[in-house]
């Protein structure tokens, strides 16, 4: 089962979703590495959202199990979000391993309470209407994105050389020393 590197968008209309896909149709980004990826427009089937996925068949479909996996895929995620910072209007949006398994009516879900009574930062790198914001409680550590939009910024992708695919010796290396945790992944 492949796990997808992708960009979730959430719209308020049919209309909105159309303008996402003629945004984003076509889209091909030259990465730094020389790979070439090509990003294919998928509409979700939730009932009640408006909602697509926009991946690439070049990013790795194992999540991230080398170094090179980290840095295609966060310059992608970079690139997505400044594609999608010039474009047309949507609800939520947000790019991750997986995006669509959290959707923007979860955003309550991923509040996360700060010192002072009723302050809290949002959990989830995502970006989403200002409305959206006022209704949260304008959680703290948001920042604008473009004009009606706010975003928790966007930190990256994370390599862990242990269990990588390319780092055998140091994963044998666990192995001996700790045979009983061999498991732990």
Same mark, same amino acid.
């Given at each position: 089962?492949?796990?997808?590197?992708?960009?979730?968008?959430?719209?308020?209309?049919?209309?909105?979703?159309?303008?996402?896909?003629?945004?984003?149709?076509?889209?091909?980004?030259?990465?730094?590495?020389?790979?070439?990826?090509?990003?294919?427009?998928?509409? =979700? #089937?939730?009932?009640?959202?408006?909602?697509?996925?926009?991946? +690439? !068949?070049?990013?790795?479909? /194992?999540?991230?199990?080398?170094?090179?996996?980290?840095?295609?895929?966060?310059?992608?995620?970079?690139?997505?979000?400044?594609?999608?910072?010039?474009?047309?209007?949507?609800?939520f949006a947000r790019v991750a391993w997986e995006a669509t398994?959290?959707?923007?009516?979860?955003? =309550? #879900?991923?509040?996360?309470?700060?010192?002072?009574?009723?302050? +809290? !930062?949002?959990?989830?790198? /995502?970006?989403?209407?200002?409305?959206?914001?006022?209704?949260?409680?304008?959680?703290?550590?948001?920042?604008?994105?473009?004009?009606g939009y706010v975003w928790t910024g966007y930190r990256g992708?994370?390599?862990?050389?242990l269990w990588s695919s390319d780092q055998k010796e140091l994963?044998?290396?666990?192995?001996?020393?700790?045979?009983?945790?061999?498991?732990?992944?």
């Amino acid at each position: 089962m492949a796990i997808i590197f992708d960009l979730y968008v959430e719209c308020h209309t049919p209309e909105e979703l159309g303008e996402i896909k003629s945004h984003f149709e076509g889209l091909t980004f030259e990465l730094q590495t020389g790979k070439t990826t090509h990003w294919q427009f998928s509409p =979700e #089937d939730i009932e009640g959202v408006y909602a697509c996925s926009l991946w +690439s !068949r070049q990013l790795s479909d /194992c999540a991230v199990r080398t170094v090179t996996d980290a840095i295609e895929c966060t310059e992608a995620g970079v690139r997505l979000y400044r594609h999608l910072q010039q474009g047309p209007d949507f609800q939520f949006a947000r790019v991750a391993w997986e995006a669509t398994f959290i959707g923007g009516w979860e955003l =309550e #879900d991923w509040l996360e309470p700060l010192g002072d009574p009723g302050e +809290s !930062r949002l959990g989830l790198e /995502c970006v989403f209407t200002e409305a959206r914001y006022e209704q949260l409680g304008r959680p703290k550590y948001c920042k604008a994105f473009r004009p009606g939009y706010v975003w928790t910024g966007y930190r990256g992708e994370v390599y862990r050389p242990l269990w990588s695919s390319d780092q055998k010796e140091l994963t044998d290396l666990y192995r001996e020393y700790f045979p009983h945790a061999k498991d732990l992944k």
